[in-house]
């Protein structure tokens, strides 16, 4: 089946940290991603994830992958306001051609 | 090297006409896809395509909507007879090659409002 799921909001304050998280279904996935939107904007590729990884860093972000519970979290490390926007989780499907997106996550990141 | 294209930014349409949608990929890219993100929801998959060819259309709507992806020029997407529940962002993807590297790059989407 296909089904991606993730919470619909999460506030926290500048300068925390910030976990956003998301489940799957397809456990045939080759890739996960990380998706941002501001608003009124495309998507902006954040980082993204092979299958066989536990783990990937890349500046802030940190990108905890648990394969047996198809789990996939994103860190924002130091979260500033700029952050503020909609987070997606997507994988791709059946490996190769489309992605399957969550529903999005709104990340709200007060002063 | 410019991102993915899409054209027109916002498109507005009174019920009953047609809307067309474009995408220029990146460059050296042969696989597009087509996203539809209605408001306050995630995006769903539509349609994927190569160079003259459908790949998979399991996501486009039977009647009304078509896609094509010629060997000159973007790729266009094209609803015909449109209604007020086809107003969403239409958003096009493209990437190097599907099997390998299948990052999907964005572009930035057509605001289509059905009046």
Aim: glycine share 8%.
């Amino acid at each position: 089946g296909e089904d991606v799921e993730q919470s619909l909001f999460l506030s926290v304050r500048e300068g925390d940290s910030s976990v956003i998280n998301c489940t799957y279904t397809d456990s045939s996935s080759t890739y996960l991603y990380w998706y941002k939107q501001e608003p009124g904007a495309g998507l902006q590729l954040l980082t993204y994830i092979f299958s066989n990884m536990d783990m990937k860093q890349d500046q802030r972000l940190t990108v905890l992958l648990n394969k047996k519970d198809k789990h996939l979290s994103l860190r924002i490390a130091d979260t500033q306001t700029g952050d503020s926007a909609i987070y997606f989780c997507a994988e791709t499907y059946n490996q190769g051609g489309k992605l399957i997106f969550g529903q999005g996550t709104e990340l709200s990141v007060k002063p | 090297n410019a991102g993915v294209m899409q054209n027109p930014r916002h498109l507005v349409r009174r019920r009953g006409q047609e809307a067309r949608l474009r995408c220029s990929p990146m460059k050296g890219h042969s696989h597009v896809y087509w996203y539809r993100q209605l408001p306050e929801e995630g995006l769903k998959f539509m349609v994927y395509l190569q160079k003259e060819n459908i790949i998979d259309e399991s996501g486009m709507p039977k009647e009304r909507f078509s896609a094509e992806f010629p060997k000159e020029g973007p790729s266009i997407l094209r609803i015909q007879q449109v209604v007020r529940g086809d107003s969403a962002a239409y958003f096009c993807a493209s990437s190097p090659l599907a099997g390998g590297e299948e990052t999907q790059y964005f572009g930035p989407g057509t605001r289509l409002l059905v009046l």
